[in-house]
């Protein structure tokens, strides 16, 4: 069972890892951007931007592997009638939906390292040990709730449309959470908005770790995380049934 | 009388309100190679995906080695090839197999997949990269490659040479002589004729014909006429020797046993009728001549 699993998420990453399309865009987006607005515009009134903005970018980072990876993968794998193939094999669907959340957290914890290598070497950004290690477990755990965002999109979207879906989805809810600006410059009606999108409380819990203290309580925001997964799973269960009887 | 593996059992299945089977009858019996024949649209490939579980029928019952078809203790004997516009495109042929090995308990030797196949040479190319005659050969790999005893073959062949698809009908053909059972549907009836013990003629969802290639054959030999002819249905459907009628506005199609003989009697009673055209029979139109029945009655 674990052999079987080892060797699809083996598979998943490197098929991924051969598309320029996927790898270059999800790895370099967030590091290009951080090197931007993190370390050539560093102004920081109050906070250190290098730091905070690790949070973000790294919570910017988990988005792009997860919804790119499902919204998309999915929607072209089920359009070619691959998943048809893999329905009949004779392999549970959870070794294949596994296989890619394992990928989509390996590329999430990937993304982080270069974050975090870039805010370390010329960033100045410094933490204790534990506080590293806490927030790589964070963006990489804060992939599954995208995950299954991504699912339910790749198995109700056709795939021409979901690469546009995805698309329009991915930079708009980015900032709209505030990941590449602080919330706080944002009009209030704006700001009230962002409770709603789930990169918004991971930023949250990414935030605390790095020592910024959020609004609300760390244990509400991993349940608004958890809640959000539940619901993109109901949703993404009811386009597998209705895929199954087409 | 030899055990069946799979059977379908008064299998209706609608889309909309198109009904694509319709009361279907199926039992594909143990061992040997069944031959599924029948034009686009006659039901094929809905009633593969009802045989492997992808869809479930909206009245009667669908079972393979007499359970519900799509548990995993079933899908471990199974392998199937369907028709699939894409597979991951940046793995290559090796990783494919392996992967799809993988799932198997006793899954054949890397290289014997290969051989059988005819992919030697391509193990490290990515699928993307393959021709079209290479993809359709990596499908066939991966649905042999658990060495399953019932294989499905939707459509194995179409769009392979000549040379490949005779080498992939001597594959199955031994696959089948092992005792293994190879579902296949095709609409060259010369396929279901090298390779077939038994041959199941699809028709709107409906068995029209089912027996040995040499059966089938009979039944479906002769030649089809084609003209323009001012003749009324009834007369034609009277002239001896007509099997079957289709007709397009002032055009006619008639499946008959000889050419001549019903030629010279629609020459003689129709001085105006023109556009004469003969060919042998082909597929399309022995589904004229085997359905010519269940169409008068519809």
Not at chain 1, 186 to 196: K, T, Y
Request: glycine share 10%.
């Amino acid at each position: 069972m674990f052999a079987i699993l080892g060797r699809e998420t083996r598979l998943q990453v490197i098929g991924v890892w051969r598309m320029p399309a996927f790898a270059v865009p999800t790895l370099m987006f967030p590091a290009m951007f951080y090197i931007f607005f993190a370390l050539l515009f560093t102004r920081s009134p109050g906070m250190h931007m290098p730091t905070w903005l690790l949070a973000t970018y790294g919570v910017f980072g988990v988005m792009g592997p997860a919804l790119f990876g499902f919204g998309i993968g999915v929607a072209v794998e089920k359009g070619e009638g691959w998943l048809r193939l893999k329905r009949i094999a004779p392999v549970s669907p959870l070794v294949p939906l596994c296989a890619r959340t394992l990928m989509a957290m390996l590329f999430a914890l990937i993304v982080f390292v270069i974050l975090a290598s870039l805010g370390a070497a010329f960033g100045d950004v410094r933490m204790p040990r534990a506080d590293w290690i806490a927030l790589a477990v964070t963006l990489t755990a804060g992939a599954i709730p995208f995950c299954a965002m991504g699912l339910a999109a790749g198995l109700w979207l056709s795939p021409q449309a979901a690469p546009a879906v995805m698309n329009l989805v991915y930079l708009p809810l980015a900032f709209l959470s505030g990941l590449w600006i602080p919330l706080v410059v944002f009009p209030a009606w704006l700001q009230q908005l962002a409770v709603i999108l789930p990169p918004y409380h991971l930023a949250a819990i990414a935030l605390d770790v790095v020592g910024s203290k959020p609004a609300e309580s760390l244990v509400g925001h991993v349940l608004v995380l958890a809640g959000f997964t539940l619901a993109f799973l109901g949703v993404a269960a009811a386009g597998w049934r209705r895929m199954r009887e087409s | 009388m030899k055990e069946s593996v799979a059977r379908l059992q008064g299998v209706t299945r609608r889309y909309g309100k198109h009904i694509a089977l319709d009361a279907l009858d199926l039992v594909i019996p143990d061992g040997g190679v069944y031959a599924l024949l029948g034009p686009n649209g006659a039901g094929k490939t809905t009633t593969i995906s009802l045989l492997l579980g992808l869809l479930t029928p909206d009245t009667g019952e669908a079972t393979v080695f007499g359970r519900p078809p799509g548990d995993i203790a079933s899908r471990r004997a199974i392998g199937a090839m369907l028709q699939v516009s894409g597979v991951p495109a940046t793995l290559t042929v090796r990783e494919h197999i392996e992967q799809f090995s993988g799932y198997y308990p006793k899954p054949l030797p890397f290289a014997q997949v290969m051989a059988r196949a005819g992919l030697e040479g391509l193990e490290e190319r990515r699928f993307g990269r393959l021709s079209a005659g290479q993809k359709q050969r990596t499908l066939f790999a991966l649905a042999i490659c658990g060495d399953p005893a019932l294989l499905f073959l939707d459509e194995p062949t179409v769009g392979l040479d000549v040379e490949v698809r005779r080498r992939m009908w001597s594959v199955i053909r031994n696959l089948a002589d092992d005792g293994r059972t190879v579902v296949l549907t095709t609409h060259y009836l010369e396929e279901a004729d090298a390779l077939a013990d038994c041959v199941g003629v699809l028709s709107r969802g409906r068995l029209a014909a089912e027996g040995t290639p040499a059966q089938i054959k009979a039944r479906v030999g002769g030649r089809i006429i084609r003209c323009s002819t001012a003749l009324d249905e009834a007369v034609l459907r009277a002239l001896p020797g007509v099997r079957g009628l289709r007709r397009h506005r002032t055009q006619v199609e008639l499946a008959v046993d000889e050419a001549e003989p019903v030629l010279r009697e629609m020459l003689a009673r129709d001085a105006a009728l023109t556009g004469i055209e003969v060919t042998g029979i082909g597929l399309d139109e022995a589904f004229l001549s085997l359905t010519a029945g269940t169409r008068e009655a519809a």
